[in-house]
């Protein structure tokens, strides 16, 4: 069973806040809430790694999914989601292996490699090996640090907003239920660490609402803003594993 959730007031607000703001982002570019929120939770509250902070995000992908479910790409979503299986399997045998700081290395430089990837890769061309490598690898993740989404966003990154929100928010939708599923069998998610990520909604709801009063204005201006605190924030738990 996970150990007890200790969550102060102020880390709750720490957290909240860091939700609402990746809200904002994932509503308005199709990517980036845990990518942003991350760093906040890993410094502010790293017992909510992996499961509570599934549950935060759980909800938010539906709405953005069905918004535009027009744009989605259903062929790749057929070839995205079976993935999501086998890298489940394989993100609860990191979670078997590697417990906390571990997971707190491991989660900061996934986030630094997905804005270097963001900054510095060329087009991911889209075919068969592309979609199913970054569905497992997606998979691995989400299950391991709750964070699936710089695989998909690198095969999207220069999609059409409609495009990339629709179709990363489906497969969000057919996988966290999968991590989810995954993490209570596997003992690393149970009734308090469940209703401590519920207890995120709110921020988050509060975020997609405002991202759907402002998602026709923003462009990819935002994402150098994204891509810098994102960044910024997974240094500083790296560096509070390094020096305590």
């Not at 703001?21 to 991350?38: D, E, R």
């Not at 790694?49 to 995000?57: C, E, K, Q, R, Y």
């Not at 539906?62 to 999501?84: F, K, N, Q, S, T």
């Not at 998610?189 to 402002?214: C, E, K, M, N, Q």
Request: aromatic residues 6%; without cysteine; hydrophobic residues 60%.
């Amino acid at each position: 069973m996970p150990d007890p959730i200790e969550l102060s007031v102020t880390a709750w607000v720490v957290v909240s806040i860091a939700m609402f703001l990746g809200a904002i982002v994932q509503s308005t570019i199709g990517f980036g809430m845990v990518v942003l929120a991350l760093p906040a939770v890993l410094i502010a509250a790293p017992d909510l790694v992996p499961g509570p902070l599934s549950v935060a995000t759980m909800l938010l992908v539906i709405p953005v999914a069905l918004a535009e479910r027009h744009a989605a790409r259903r062929d790749d979503l057929w070839r995205l989601i079976p993935g999501r299986f086998l890298g489940a399997l394989v993100g609860l045998g990191l979670l078997a292996v590697a417990r906390g700081d571990t997971l707190v290395v491991v989660a900061a430089l996934i986030v630094l490699i997905a804005v270097a990837a963001t900054v510095w890769a060329p087009p991911v061309p889209r075919n068969d090996g592309t979609l199913a490598g970054a569905a497992v690898v997606s998979g691995t993740f989400a299950m391991a640090v709750s964070i699936g989404g710089p695989p998909l966003a690198l095969l999207y990154q220069h999609a059409k907003g409609p495009e990339i929100r629709a179709t990363v928010s489906f497969v969000f939708a057919a996988g966290i239920p999968i991590t989810l599923i995954g993490l209570i069998l596997g003992g690393h998610l149970d009734r308090a660490g469940f209703a401590t990520g519920a207890s995120i909604w709110p921020a988050v709801f509060a975020g997609y609402g405002v991202a759907s009063r402002i998602r026709h204005r923003v462009d990819d201006r935002i994402r150098p803003l994204v891509l810098t605190v994102s960044a910024g924030g997974a240094l500083v738990a790296l560096g509070r594993v390094a020096f305590g």
